[in-house]
């Protein structure tokens, strides 16, 4: 299990810049894949556009909320600042988030 750091509000309210995601072991497919929507944490490695062959913004680490779109995967952020992009199954590698730690910056997600 590690920890990825949040930065930014694109998955807020559930996840708050600053905190930390919790992740457990990586899909390995074809034995593991997440479901649609399911929030994952992507580690992208695209050398350049014409490789990836899809709409890729820049490498890095993402949380996002994932759809299988074929051969590619489509990231979403939970309140929809920002638009979509996806990334050639070839060049991400997804964790699950499993759980949040506050590490004492920002708070918990209040109830409605």
Known sequence: TH???IFGVSMSPMFVDGQYAIVGSEYLPPHSQPKDREIV??????QDDE?????????GVYCKRVV???AAWLFESINYTGA???IAK???RLWPVIGV????KGRPPEED
């Not at 944490?41 to 695209?46: E, K, R």
């Not at 490789?51 to 490498?59: L, N, T, Y």
Request: hydrophobic fraction near 45%; charged fraction near 15%.
């Open 3 to 5: 920890c990825v750091k």
């Open 41 to 46: 944490i992507a580690g992208v490695v695209v």
């Open 51 to 59: 490789q990836a062959g899809m709409d890729s913004p820049f490498e």
């Open 68 to 70: 299988d779109a074929g």
């Open 84 to 86: 979509p992009f996806s």
């Open 90 to 92: 070839a060049n991400c």
């Open 101 to 104: 730690y506050f590490a004492g």
